[in-house]
T-cell receptor
């Protein structure tokens, strides 16, 4: 049973427009959420995170929104750039655990020039 | 500074053989994680070390999988009697202390293929 779900395997957007990547989770014990970006043949790279006590965190072009009641988070990238093309993974962890990350299956973002 | 490194980058082996995968974490990082990523999936947790001890090995799929970190730095993931289903990319990550807001830094992974 997947505890973190990314239901869109792929997304294409035009350069300069907004990219919105979505993620749902089922485990109410999760209290910390992260987005990782992955290029081919490389390991995932941390992008942005949010604690469950917040509903928004912003870092430059990247903003993560958390809706705890809906168990849903999203990553907004604006404006999107061709270099943003990569696989984006949503991940979650729970306090009191070993802080291992539970990942979604990823969304391939393609930003078209 | 140097990031997390993993060797080998690729490993091809035959069913039934034994393999070892190595991870060199970022210097000074006390927390080390192993994940496995199958095709089309996100990474799945295998085992977590805090220092030299395995603090959580609940993700290891069966007793053919074992990992060590004898000096609290380099870690080796060992797989006995490999099966075709073990084929995946094995990722190692380290973080400064394992605290909830400590970023996990990932290595490039070892792609294991079991024929």
């Amino acid at each position: 049973d997947q505890q973190v779900k990314q239901n869109s395997p792929s997304l294409s957007v035009q350069e300069g427009r907004i990219s919105i990547l979505n993620c749902d989770y089922t485990n109410s014990m999760f209290d910390y959420f992260l987005w990782y970006k992955k290029y081919p043949a490389e390991g995932p790279t941390f992008l942005i995170s949010i604690s469950s006590i917040k509903d928004k965190n912003e870092d430059g072009r990247f903003t993560v929104f958390l809706n705890k009641s809906a168990k849903h988070l999203s990553l907004h990238i604006v404006p999107s750039q061709p270099g943003d093309s990569a696989v984006y993974f949503c991940a979650a962890s729970a306090s009191g655990s070993a802080r291992q990350l539970t990942f979604g299956s990823g969304t391939q973002l393609t930003v078209l020039p | 500074g140097a990031g997390v490194s993993q060797t080998p980058s690729n490993k091809v082996t035959e069913k039934g053989k034994y393999v070892e995968l190595r991870c060199d974490p970022i210097s000074g990082h006390t927390a080390l994680y192993w994940y496995r990523q199958s095709l089309g999936q996100g990474p799945e947790f295998l085992i977590y070390f805090q220092g030299t001890g395995a603090a959580d090995d609940s993700g290891l799929p069966n007793d053919r999988f074992f990992a060590v970190r004898p000096e609290g730095s380099v870690s080796t993931l060992k797989i006995q009697r490999t099966e075709r289903g073990d084929s995946a990319v094995y990722l190692c990550a380290s973080s400064a202390s394992g605290a909830y807001n400590n970023e996990q830094f990932f290595g490039p992974g070892t792609r294991l293929t079991v024929l």
